[in-house]
C-alpha cells in the first residue's frame, strides 16, 4: 500500500512538471496547450485518489 501512495505521489509531481515545461522555441511547442491541460488532469486524478485512500484508511481503523 505505501509503494502505491508514494507511487501517487510521483505522478503528482510528473503532473506539476508537465503544467511548468517551457515547450516554446522546440519543435514540440504546438503541444504546450495539451501538456498543461494533461499536467492538470493528472494531478486532479492522482490527488482525488491520495484523498480517497486517505479516507478509507482513517475510516478503517
Not at 10 to 19: C, K, N, P, V
Not at 20 to 41: D, I, K, M, Q, R
Amino acid at each position: 500500500m505505501d509503494r502505491m501512495i508514494f507511487m501517487f505521489l510521483a505522478a503528482i509531481l510528473a503532473g506539476f512538471a508537465l503544467t511548468e515545461v517551457t515547450l516554446a522555441g522546440t519543435f514540440l511547442a504546438s503541444l504546450a496547450p495539451f501538456a498543461t491541460v494533461l499536467g492538470a488532469l493528472t494531478i486532479l486524478v492522482f490527488s482525488l485518489a491520495l484523498i480517497y485512500h486517505g479516507v478509507k484508511t482513517l475510516f478503517n481503523k
